[in-house]
């Protein structure tokens, strides 16, 4: 039996049963909730791994639970959502989502972003770097604490943003291509995970770089990938 716990904040019954279905046949514990307070309550009476969260719930906007709930724990929410516009993942990211999947989905796209998020939760559980940290300019990165710092305050990201940050940071000057980015980050080398590529790191750049048109830290070589600048001091 699978021992992860999910929580599933959708008011669609419809959807919600096809969720419950799934998770069910696949042996995943789970929650449900049809509102945000009741999700809320949900996620901090029994704490589950992970939430697969609606945005368009009847009481309130998901984004609104998705701030709610960072502001006591960072437990991976997964939204599921038929907003499909890169402003509204943005919004979604930067309120301190881990990932976005786009309605109408298939079963086997919401059980691969579970397995992803499930090994991301365990890689950042089990590995440490060999470094401590790492100093670029203003930007620090404590490998040990899991945490970054532009000067002396910390930068809140998410678990992917963090990782990704990671990723660039232990391979600093080297230009590394998306295939390779996607693969270290969601486990695949599916070409439609650019797309949520690219929404990562335009949240993650808002939150280190100081003008993130014109970033710099992370370069971006168009049609290749990205890079992790060293910054004279």
């Not at 789970?30 to 697969?52: K, V, W």
């Not at 906007?61 to 998705?66: F, K, L, Y």
């Not at 969601?186 to 003008?211: C, H, P, Q, Y």
Request: with cysteine; glycine share 6%.
């Amino acid at each position: 039996m699978n021992k992860v716990v999910i929580l599933v904040v959708e008011d669609d019954a419809a959807i919600r049963n096809l969720i419950m279905t799934t998770l069910k046949a696949h042996e995943y514990h789970y929650l449900t909730a049809n509102n945000g307070e009741t999700a809320m309550l949900e996620a901090s009476s029994h704490n589950p791994d992970i939430i697969l969260l609606d945005l368009g719930l009847p009481d309130m906007d998901g984004v609104e639970v998705i701030k709610r709930i960072r502001t006591w724990s960072n437990m991976p929410i997964i939204v599921i959502s038929a907003r499909n516009e890169d402003t509204d993942k943005i919004e979604a990211l930067d309120a301190g989502a881990d990932d976005y999947l786009t309605k109408p989905f298939s079963v086997e796209e919401l059980l691969a972003r579970l397995r992803v998020t499930q090994r991301r939760l365990a890689y950042m559980q089990s590995s440490v770097p060999m470094e401590r940290e790492f100093i670029n300019g203003n930007l620090r990165v404590d490998y040990n604490a899991g945490c970054a710092f532009l000067g002396e305050e910390e930068i809140h990201l998410t678990p992917i943003e963090y990782k990704l940050l990671c990723l660039l940071s232990q391979n600093v000057g080297k230009v590394l291509t998306h295939t390779y980015i996607i693969q270290k980050i969601w486990g695949s080398n599916g070409e439609n995970d650019i797309a949520s590529l690219r929404v990562f790191m335009a949240t993650l750049r808002k939150k280190i770089e100081a003008e993130p048109d014109s970033p710099q830290y992370i370069q971006t070589h168009i049609g290749v990938g990205y890079r992790m600048v060293r910054v004279k001091e």
